[in-house]
């Protein structure tokens, strides 16, 4: 069945100021559902792609639609996940999930009933009185994520969201996250410096080029959903990290064709 495209990028450009271009003629379409993993050399300009979905940063040239609407005005459709937990160390679990809620003027019924249940979607129903220092990172990472999903959105954009927590933890997380999308139907834009990572997730893996970036290739996922720790033993799951690997590797160091 064709699904509906949700962000079309059309020979997208963008600079900072009068500077270089940081991506260059980026043409790429996420259709509704899909789990794009971003990976390329660092610098390459995989967060600003993702600030230029979200609007946080205007596109150069080029036309970049979301759902058929400007980024600006498809702002409420989306959430942002940083590597960072971004947590507000003055307030409580339950506060902090509450925090969008309330800039949207939800009222406390929902605000209440909505942050409960996306806080026992990650696990962690019963900590919504702790504050963030008292949380392991895995944990506040768990909030955070929770905090996104409370906004009900479309599309989802993480930006390293695991890169700072160890190995078990994350391959964790990332089965969860993934047990999480099997609730709830959103589109997601991933970078991560992790191929492994970006396989285990992602049905597209879209690898960057860098100075300036440029899609370099794109690689499908075939692995089936849901995928679960044993997928990590599958030949087809280590076949696949070998590839993106090595495509990884092209485009870090890319010849000049002779
Ligand atoms: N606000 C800004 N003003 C000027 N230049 C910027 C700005 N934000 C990013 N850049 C430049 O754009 C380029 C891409 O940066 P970006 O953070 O998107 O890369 P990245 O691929 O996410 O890097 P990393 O993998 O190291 O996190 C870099 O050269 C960076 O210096």
Redesign the pocket.
Known sequence: MERSPLVEFQEVTKR??D?PA??EQISLTAAAGDFIGLI????????????LIAGL?PITHGSLTIGGRSPEAAAADLAFVFQESTLLPWLNVAKNVEAPLRLRRIPGGQRVATRQRVLELVGLGDRGPAYPRQLSGGQKMRVSIARALALAPRLLLL??PFGALDEMTRERLNEELLAIREQQAWTAFF?T?SVAEAVFLSNRIVV?S??P?RIAAEVPVDLPYPRTAETRLSRAYHDLVTEVSRVLRQAESPRPVA
Request: proline letters at 4%; glycine letters at 24%; a neutral charge.
């Open positions: 900072f100021g500077g940081v991506l390329g050399p660092s610098g390459c300009g995989k967060s600003t792609l993702l600030r940063s930006d390293e970078v410096h960057l860098s100075a970036g």
